[in-house]
């Protein structure tokens, strides 16, 4: 593994990494960790990745802090402008002085929706990490959530015990303009595993393109559900239309009429779930559902990244 954990990139062979971490999730657990620091930084609102990826640390030994970036100066993105209005400390210099006091960095920073071309240079985490002497944990970025693809394709890899399983990714409908971080690593991570994807949504909601290479879009519901083995629903907003709402057509929520189209396929999301909008309560609380596996998946995968880094 290299460096940073940023996407799957920054995994040699996707595949082993997946085996490997299965393999770590039931290993006596080793404290690699001791007399090590993990500094979490959050710009957005957290549950399972902040619990997940602390406990994680504190199992193989690690001390944890964590900060929440409205307690701390706001960064400064942007080299050589001079600094009058609300930025307070260049993201250089935070980036070199966190890593004089931390052994390891997670940071998690949504995008900001008004600036594309910004948002997908994931400005934010990259500039962090060019400065950063020590390793960064991408805890969600602008444009990729890779601890979360990681816990997904473990949670496939255990549960799912088709050969080749079609694997179908559903836009949902929402109430809010969410991000296309965990879609577009869901489908990066996918590729690199080997599986195609089919990924089905209304008009206007296509994906980056750099995300959707090797996959396939069905605009017709009906024929990407059918024969189905996986289905991962998920909510985002427009990519073309940046950060836009195009539709709240509830049609597209999962209803148990949906998931009957499929091959008794599992249910999965990345949580936290809107319920009775994104998908019905009797599909979310199916048997066929894998939405704890996924989470508790979590806590191994941040495990693992951790062990590898550290
Ligand atoms: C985030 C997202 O990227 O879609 C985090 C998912 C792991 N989800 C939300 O922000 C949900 C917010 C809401 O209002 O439902």
Known sequence: MKHNFYSSEDVENVPEFIEEALKYKYAPVQLVGTGKTLVMIFFNSSLRTRLSTEIAARKIGMEVITININDAWQWELEDGSAMVFDTVEHVKDAAKVIGTYADIVAIRAFPGFTDRTADYADKLINTYMRHSPVPVINMESAIRHPLQSLADLMTIREHVKVENPKIVLSWAPHVKALPQAVSNSFLEWCGAAG????????????????????????????????????????????????????????????????????????????????????????????????????????????????????
């Open 195 to 310: 599986h195609e994807v089919i990924v089905t949504h209304p008009k206007g909601y296509e994906l980056a393109k750099e995300f959707i290479d090797g996959h396939r879009v069905e605009y017709d519901r009906e024929a990407a559900f059918a024969d189905a083995d996986v289905v991962y629903v998920k909510n985002w907003s427009s990519y073309k239309q940046y950060g836009s709402i195009l539709s709240k057509n509830t049609d597209w929520t999962i209803t148990d009429q949906t998931m009957k189209l499929t091959n008794n396929a599992a249910f999965m999301h990345c949580l936290p779930i809107r319920r009775n909008l994104v998908a019905m309560d009797n599909v979310i609380d199916s048997n066929s559902s894998l939405i704890y596996e996924q989470a508790e998946n979590r806590l191994h995968s941040a495990a693992f990244v951790l062990k590898n880094l550290i």
